[in-house]
């Protein structure tokens, strides 16, 4: 359960993210309200996730989850750059997420 525990709190990390973006600076009440929100789920599912988890491996995979979606969103849908190297480097912290899985 630990490890579905963390795909779902890197997923929850990519979203308080956009959200932060959004709240502009907690200027913005609602975007704010929701951001927090995210924050405090996903970091409760990551705890959640150590119990099982070694915390290196815990902390690695949920920041490249949040590192690869948050680089595929902007690429997406703020026009950031799509350069092969990029998209090389993305992949590489997808490899590297799924090789902690697997090895761990």
Do not use: N, Q
Request: proline residues 2%.
């Amino acid at each position: 359960m630990g490890w579905v525990y963390l795909g779902i709190a890197g997923i929850l990390e990519c979203a308080w993210a956009i959200g932060l973006m959004y709240s502009d600076g907690f200027t913005k009440l609602k975007p704010s309200v929701i951001s927090i929100a995210l924050i405090i789920a996903s970091l409760t599912l990551l705890s959640l996730a150590m119990r099982t988890i070694p915390i290196g491996t815990a902390y690695a995979v949920w920041s490249g989850i949040g590192a690869a979606m948050l680089a595929i969103y902007g690429i997406s849908f703020l026009g950031e750059s799509a350069s092969f190297m990029r998209l090389a480097c993305i992949g590489l912290i997808i490899i590297g997420v799924g090789g902690l899985k697997y090895f761990a």
